[in-house]
C-alpha cells in the first residue's frame, strides 16, 4: 500500500488487483503459477485496453505475486517490474534460489527486501546496487 501511495503521490496511475484466490474466500492456499498467471494476463489485458491505454505499466507485487509478475512481465507488455518482498530462497532450502526468475526478466526490476528478511537478500546487481529497507545502498 505505501509504494501504491507513493506512486499516486508522484502523479502515477495505480490500479491494485485482488488476486483471485483472495477474492474466493482463501488465504493460506497458494495458487498455481499457470492459474494466477493467466489471471494476472487477463487484467492486465483489460485495463491496457481501458483505463491504462496508452500507458507504460509496471507489473508488481509482493511475495508470491513479484514472481508473477516477473514471469508474465514479457508476455504482458511490462516497461519494469517492481518485487516487494521477492521470496529468494525458502528458509532452510539452499535448492530453492529463485535468483534465475529474476535474471530472466528482460525489463528493468527493482526488488525491495526487509533487512530481516528470512527470504533472503539478493546479491547486489551488476552495476553495484541493491534495494535495502533503509535505501539503496551502493
Known amino acids: 500500500m505505501a509504494a501504491a501511495q507513493s506512486a499516486r ?4 496511475h495505480v490500479a491494485l488487483v485482488e488476486q483471485p484466490y483472495r477474492v474466493a474466500g482463501r488465504r493460506a492456499r497458494r495458487p498455481r503459477p499457470t492459474s494466477s498467471d493467466a489471471a494476472w ?3 492486465v489485458e483489460y485495463l491496457g485496453a481501458g483505463v491504462l491505454e496508452g ?29 516487494l518482498a521477492f521470496p529468494v530462497q525458502p528458509p532452510g532450502k539452499p535448492d530453492k534460489d ?5 535474471a530472466g526478466v528482460e525489463v528493468p526490476v527493482l526488488v525491495v527486501q526487509g533487512e530481516r528478511d528470512p527470504f533472503g537478500q539478493p546479491a547486489p546487481a551488476p ?12
Open 9 to 12: 503521490r508522484a502523479g502515477v
Open 41 to 43: 494476463l487477463a487484467v
Open 55 to 83: 500507458l507504460p505499466l509496471v507489473f508488481g507485487g509482493r511475495f508470491v505475486r513479484s514472481q508473477g509478475a516477473c514471469r508474465t512481465a514479457d508476455d504482458g507488455g511490462a516497461a519494469a517490474v517492481l518485487c
Open 98 to 102: 529463485r535468483l534465475p526468475e529474476l
Open 127 to 138: 552495476h553495484g546496487c541493491r534495494a535495502a529497507a533503509r535505501g539503496i545502498t551502493r
